[in-house]
């Protein structure tokens, strides 16, 4: 392998600024004194301290946040649910439609999914708040989750599970040690996708929520079309640290699960 | 329900079907029959705006009897509803492609790195992917506005005299949508590219082929599949999407997402916002049929 080409990498180069350029000047600005965008004023973390003072947004972020770890969670629980299903139940009667059923809203446009929730509360007059917020965050997630669990099922052997049960174990004490280890990195990476699913989601929850129970891309979106303000980028940057904090945990797990991994078979 | 789980099973089998099963029933299929239902129904100025859902299994029957097309007819009567389709398909259609333009030589730059290399750009392309969605199109309207950083760069540098008209037209949207979904393009273009066998594109040169030749008879043909999932998990998003043209777009420029908030937010017709949903799942159906059929066929042969 010879590597890419000057011109490739030159195309690779222009397509990561184009990826990561909008992202660092949004920083950037977030650490500009200056209450205009285009100006640079010096640096400053004023907008940062601005943010404790916004009551409503600091409230908008906290509904948010509650609704994204119980929504997660309660999407990883249907999630493995519906996986094990699909991996490992070749025929039950209705099969074809819960497949369906798990498919269908990865490619469901957002506004079709909140627009049909938002009805479906209507109609059993369910009251529009935190609770329906979850409901439909839940949903949508778990359909991730069980995609990524089923796809990780997929690659298993399932003699091991076979081996387990001739060993006289039950299938709750076959579930819990050895197919959810087995699933582990995958339940994972599908509650951390239905985590970051939620807290990103505007469209969906502003069908579904109420009057007290704004979430944190609501209020963003409703002050974004008023204009670029260096608050909107302060709290956009504390989002992206998250975020980049996040990815570098899990990349250094990673890094030392595989050292781990390397360690063991050059020891056997 | 014994029967649901054929060959018996103990209750914790039958609950792992159950519990999921009921839920997407009752929260995915259940809310959508109420749209199509609604979709049906006429307008009733009341609250809620439209003819009450069903008591009972009889009203279910007595409803079926006073089906109306009122709503479907009125969509294809408006110039509004069919210009917002035609806008939306061209709209995904033209960022697809410009999307594939820019994501296959990334694709193929990453395959033909180093393994150490890759797996970096890898983690660079996916990164975005997990930051929000809302704040990587807010950030394009600092700098796409006409007195924003793109112009004023170009102005200080000379190269143009006055500010360009980007922000709120066609163009400021085609650019929010490629940037916003360029990593699901990359993704499956490397995920395939990367499964090249290196060694037939030895052959096609020892063979004589020049660099362009085995791209184009080789690499290209071979990274068909990568081509096909990544331009659908562009277009398909794209088709519906609201926020990009609703924060980057001017209100000329009318997506079919925005059509359907607009109706249901600001009109408040619920039997036109239900036509609409129906009507754009159809539109969405099709090219999803199309590529699992090309795909099982690709799976078959």
Known sequence: MKGPGPALRAAMIAGFVFLYAPIVILVVYSFNESRLVTVWGGFSTKWYAALWQNQGLLDAAWVSVIVAVTASTLATVLGVMAGLTLARMPRFFGRTLFSGMVLAPLVMPEVITGLSLLLAFIAVSLDRGLLTIIIAHATFSMCYVAV??????????????????????????????????????????????????????LVIASFVAGPGSTTLPIRIFSSVRLGVTPEINAIATILIGLVAFGALLWSLTLKSALAARARQQSGA | ???????????????????????????????FLIVLKISFSEV?????????????????????????????????????????????????????????????????????????????????????????????????????????????????AGLISEPLIIQY???????????????????????????????????????????????WRVTLPLSLPGILAGSSLVFIPAVGEFVIPELLGSTSVQMIGRTLWNEFFQNRDWPIASAVAVLLLLVLVIPIMLFQRYARAEGTG
């Open chain 2, 169 to 215: 037209t066609t163009t400021a949207v085609y650019i929010g949508i490629v940037y916003s979904y360029l990593p699901f393009m990359v993704l499956p273009l490397y995920a395939s590219l990367e499964k090249l066998d290196a060694s037939l594109l030895e052959a096609a040169s020892d063979l004589g082929a020049r660099p362009w030749v085995a791209f």
């Open chain 2, 1 to 31: 329900m014994a029967e649901v789980v054929k060959g018996g099973g103990s209750l914790g089998r039958r609950l792992t079907v159950m519990v999921p099963y009921l839920w997407l029933l009752a929260f995915f299929l259940f809310p």
């Open chain 1, 148 to 201: 990524v669990v089923q796809a990780r099922l997929a690659g298993f052997d399932r003699s091991v599970e076979e081996a387990a049960q001739d060993l006289g174990a039950r299938p709750a004490t076959v579930f819990w040690r050895v197919t959810l280890p087995i699933i582990a990195p995958g339940v994972v990476a599908g509650w951390l996708l239905s985590f970051t699913l939620s807290l990103d989601d």
């Open chain 2, 44 to 156: 009733v100025v009341a609250q809620p705006p439209y003819a009450p859902v069903w008591d009972s299994f009889d009203a279910v029957i007595g409803h079926l009897s006073t089906i109306s097309f009122e709503n479907y007819a009125f969509l294809f009567s408006d110039d509004l509803y069919l210009n917002s389709y035609l806008n939306s398909v061209r709209i995904a259609f033209v960022s697809t492609v410009i999307a594939l333009l820019i994501g296959y030589p990334l694709a193929l730059g990453m395959a033909r790195s180093g393994p150490g290399w890759r797996l970096v750009l890898l983690t660079l392309v996916i990164l975005p992917f997990w930051t929000s969605f809302l704040i990587r199109v807010y950030a394009w309207i600092g700098i796409l506005k006409t007195e924003g950083l793109l112009n004023t760069a170009l102005l200080s």
